[in-house]
């Protein structure tokens, strides 16, 4: 009788985590940061069926990298979650905290279980506040821990030069068309140094916006609204919205 080949516990970890980053960075980058009246996420997807980022609940939104079908599940979790708890208590007892403990949860239970492979996912969990001292952003790797972060944060592809370009740029008070400039710069960066031209077509953008008078503050820049964006750079503002310039809400929660 052969003896079963025998792996450490601490490899075996190390290599779950090693195919699930590999999985990752395949993947295209997004980009979410801070600016003055809210918080912008900015993904490179020519897809307009296929979303990276989406509305959650009220003040709530997700974004994601890796594997779609993965994704795409904890986001149809995330939103029962919130539906349900925003049922049965208050909508305020929603929060981003609580929606990141829940994916922290099932991403580690999922890695550590041998019984299946690690989820090929980096999730960024945000929330709105008053202000933007109110503002949150947990970023959640594959192993389910959860990382707090602040201003700006980046996942897949590039991740760490983006990231590393955004430290050195952004700042507080940024407006929405600085903090949409400087996040497309950070995205068309190759790891070479090289510079790419990315379109309106080729992103994927959207804003959780405090200044909305509706309850539900995520929107989707789209059209020539983000096209007079990226034109106007830092002289644009989420308040250049003209009638015609209609808006997609994600059906992510009822009001």
Known sequence: ??????VSPQQAMADRAEYA??????????????????????????????????????????????KYNEFENLRIGGVR????????????????R???NVYAQTLGTIFSSAGEKPYEVELIVAEVGAGPEDDQIYRLP?????????????????????????????RDGMTLGEALKLAVESLTRDTNGSER???????????LDRTRP??????????????????????????DITKDEAEVEEPGSGD
């Open 1 to 6: 009788m052969s003896t079963p080949f025998y």
């Open 21 to 66: 980053r590999k999985g990752i960075a395949r993947g295209r980058s997004v980009v979410v940061l801070q600016y003055d009246n809210g918080v912008v996420f900015v993904a490179e997807n020519p897809s307009r069926a296929l979303h990276k980022v989406s509305e959650i609940y009220d003040r709530i939104a997700f974004a994601a990298v890796g």
């Open 81 to 96: 979650y919130a539906d349900l708890r925003g049922y049965t208590y208050d909508r305020d007892d929603v929060t981003a």
């Open 98 to 100: 609580g929606l990141a």
């Open 142 to 170: 594959h192993d389910g821990s959860i990382v707090d972060e602040h201003g700006s944060v980046a996942v897949g592809g590039n991740a760490d030069q983006i990231s590393s370009y955004l430290d050195q740029r952004h």
């Open 197 to 207: 031209t990315l379109t309106a077509e080729q992103l994927e953008v959207a804003v």
């Open 214 to 239: 509706q309850q539900r503050k995520f929107k989707r820049l789209l059209g020539r609204q983000l096209s007079r964006l990226l034109e106007e750079g830092a002289g644009a503002d989420a308040s």
